[in-house]
């Protein structure tokens, strides 16, 4: 489905969001997020552990505790109606009835998440109790049968228990879970990543087929980028808790950006593509205790240059495809190298060596 | 030349005969040489750990035979020491396969005395040339530390220094990155990549992931709930699957390079093992009835390839093979 994101407005909108952890040191997790999530879309944000995708995730959904903290920012929420709600203000009573029913979770570990000595149906039976307490018995046992159904479960299933049920089964069983009050937003956080390729497949499949049959809008966090590429519209990538670029999935796979991005889609060798020689990205991320001067991925990069120290990237949008990096910042470059233009994310021989003098003079500039 | 050799390795877990015991593997048979990746691919469930566990030593085989080098691989004692100097493995996690509480010195020294015999300052050298090999700088900081202070790429380089130690033939990798970020993967797989070709090592490299098999070996073998139904050299064995199974993994495999959506042929539901017929026949969309009562024996496609499929039974007539010929 193809959602113009200029036409519609956002059911969920994040803006200049920070978490902090507030430990003996201070974890700045996350810092000055935008992100927004239109009706029926699919949004993926990658990015390794630690680099905030999953508080990111959590501060949406209101689950973070002491001691992490919003420090900063603001989280719209939208609804078909035209209500709007600001998450972050929410509290109590009317924080339990916006959570599930408007924006739910379905987490890696189904079966951490389901309980394991409750029934299927006497959870979803729960939902139905907590959020819509006029609903008669046969009527929550009704709908319970057709969540199941919906996400592929007969309904014989419904008086089953979470070790009965196979991991894929499971993640299905949370995926009906999360869509029992027909929420408007699902945030999924790494949803197949403990299952085998070939469940994998199929979990993705059903949610795509129920976005497209139920309409939400989907969230969907992975460290895996050639998933994302699969099965996202627009792709968000997080680096130490910034949003490092954004587009539609398919500028991402074929244009990055971005060098961290350019990075990732190196990492993962093609599946059918020739062969050739691939390169792990050197170094590590960042710790976030220490304050960041310039661009947190300055120290991995092959392409960076003498601001990318000292200066923190701005986010640059340009038509829907939005990048933080001083290389395509009129103010600091005439635009990226040609390896990074191709893709590549090393510097390589021949057309390079004009751009490997400049980033060492850069380099040595700022060490004197 | 051969280095390593498996015949019809079988591991049963569970009660030992009747309904309640599992074949984990049931009849794999296998070569590696020298200066060779092989990949072992398949899901969870497929036997495909117990197999590595096996040649490790660690877990014992229930029946089958295992030769390295012309000899039978040892169970006990002092031949099992000798045994172990050519035949190391790196584990999956990172975490839970180094001592919390020793260094990376102790880790590395330990194997460098019993196994190489070395003491002293030429254990020392020994040691900080391993850290270097795996890139683990400045060495000498390295060897101090405790394994919480490193990150899990750099405790995976540590558990590949310390197998690398004994000076092995064979190393066993299993899923030796897919605890690791994306982003560390690549380089630690070329860094055993470019050790192997240095030491001339026979690798078997046990994953679940068909594009890393792919880039990294030479060769796949597919397992599937116990068997190898699929062998051969990785490129023909990824980009042009024979067995059901084989196509439905690589159909499901993320691949943002495809053009068209993926057909999935075959059901993804679990089911019990079959008592009799091939194993993959419930999930098979090819099968027949002969499957399900009959098991399908190896059947060698050309040289290099075998499959374990009753639908190519008349690509080689008159062979109607016995269960390793073909899976080498």
């Known amino acids: ?368 | 030349m051969t280095t390593l050799e498996v015949r019809d390795l079988v591991k049963t877990f569970g009660a030992r005969r009747g309904a309640g015991a599992v074949r984990a593997v049931d009849g794999v048979s296998f070569a590696l040489a020298r200066g060779g990746t092989t990949a072992l691919v398949g899901e969870s469930g497929s036997g495909k750990t117990t197999v590595a566990r096996i040649l490790a030593r660690i877990e014992r085989e229930t029946s089958g035979d295992i030769v390295v080098d012309g000899v039978a691989a040892p169970r006990l004692g002092r031949r099992l020491r000798r045994y172990h100097a050519d035949v190391q493995m790196v584990f999956q996690d990172p975490f839970a396969s180094l001592n919390p509480a020793h260094t990376v010195a102790y880790h590395l020294a330990r194997p460098l005395t019993i196994h190489r015999g070395l003491h002293g300052a030429e254990r020392h050298s020994a040691l900080v040339e391993l850290l270097e090999r795996v890139r683990l700088t400045p060495a000498e900081q390295i060897a101090a530390k405790h394994p919480h202070e490193l990150s899990g790429g750099q405790r995976q380089r540590v558990a590949l220094a310390r197998a690398l130690a004994p000076g092995p033939k064979l190393l066993l990798a299993d899923e030796p990155v897919s605890m690791l970020d994306v982003s560390i993967r690549l380089e630690l797989l070329n860094l055993i990549a470019s050790i192997q070709r240095e030491r001339d090592l026979a690798v078997l490299y046990i994953t679940h992931d068909l594009a890393t098999a792919r880039y990294f070996s030479d060769t796949v073998l597919v397992m599937y709930r116990g068997w190898i139904v699929e062998s051969g050299p990785s490129d023909e064995v990824i980009l042009d699957p024979k067995h059901p199974y084989t196509q439905l993994l690589a159909e499901a495999a993320p691949d943002p390079g495809r053009t068209a959506p993926p057909k999935l042929e075959g059901r993804s539901v679990v089911e019990a093992v079959p008592r009799t017929g091939c194993r993959f026949a419930p999930r098979c969309p090819h099968a027949m009835d002969r499957c399900r009562v009959q098991d399908p024996p190896v059947i060698p496609l050309g040289d290099a390839r075998a499959t374990r499929c009753w639908l190519y039974e008349d690509s080689a007539p008159g062979t109607a093979a016995s269960p390793d010929s073909g899976v080498t």
Request: net charge negative; proline share 7%.
């Open chain 1, 1 to 368: 489905m193809n959602i113009r994101s200029d036409v519609t407005e956002p059911v969920l909108a994040v803006r200049g969001l920070s978490v902090d952890y507030a430990a003996a040191d201070r974890v700045r997790a996350v810092r000055d997020v935008d992100l927004v999530l239109h009706p029926g879309e699919i949004v993926g944000l990658a990015g390794e552990s630690g680099c905030g995708k999953s508080t990111l995730a959590y501060a949406i959904s209101r689950l973070l505790r002491p001691p992490a903290l919003v420090t900063a920012g603001q989280v719209t929420f939208t609804g078909v109606d035209g209500s709007t709600v600001d998450v972050l203000g929410l509290e109590d009573e009317e924080l339990r009835s916006f959570r599930w029913s408007r924006i739910s979770m379905v987490f890696q570990s189904a079966m951490n998440t389901l309980n394991p000595v409750r029934s299927v149906r006497r959870q979803l039976h729960d939902i139905f109790r907590a959020h819509r307490p006029a609903m008669s018995r046969d009527e929550r046992d009704e709908r319970s049968a057709h969540l199941l159904e919906l996400v592929g479960i007969g309904r014989s299933r419904l008086d089953g228990f979470a070790h009965e049920l196979s991991g894929g089964m499971r993640q299905r069983v949370m995926i009906a879970m999360a869509l029992a009050l027909e929420p408007e937003v699902i945030i999924l956080d790494e949803p197949t990543t403990a299952l085998d390729v070939v469940v994998q497949r199929d979990i993705l499949r059903e949610i795509d087929r129920l976005r497209a049959e139920l309409g939400f809008a989907a969230l969907f966090i992975t460290h895996d980028l050639s998933l994302l590429l699969e099965i996202a519209d627009r792709i968000a990538i997080m680096y130490a808790g910034r949003i490092v670029e954004q587009a539609p999935a398919s500028e991402i796979r074929i244009a990055p950006q971005h060098p961290y991005t350019a990075g990732l889609l190196n990492a993962f060798p093609s599946l059918r593509g020739h062969r050739r020689a691939l390169h792990g990205m050197p170094g590590s991320p960042p710790d976030l205790t220490v304050p960041i001067a310039g661009c947190a991925f300055a120290p991995r990069c092959p392409y960076a240059i003498g601001p990318s120290h000292d200066t923190p990237p701005s986010l640059l949008q340009e038509g829907d495809h939005a990048v933080a990096c001083h290389l395509y910042d009129p103010r600091y470059s005439s635009g990226p190298p040609q390896a990074l233009r191709e893709g590549r994310f090393e510097i390589s021989g021949d057309d390079s060596s004009g751009i490997t003098g400049d980033i060492s003079s850069d380099d040595e500039g700022i060490k004197a």
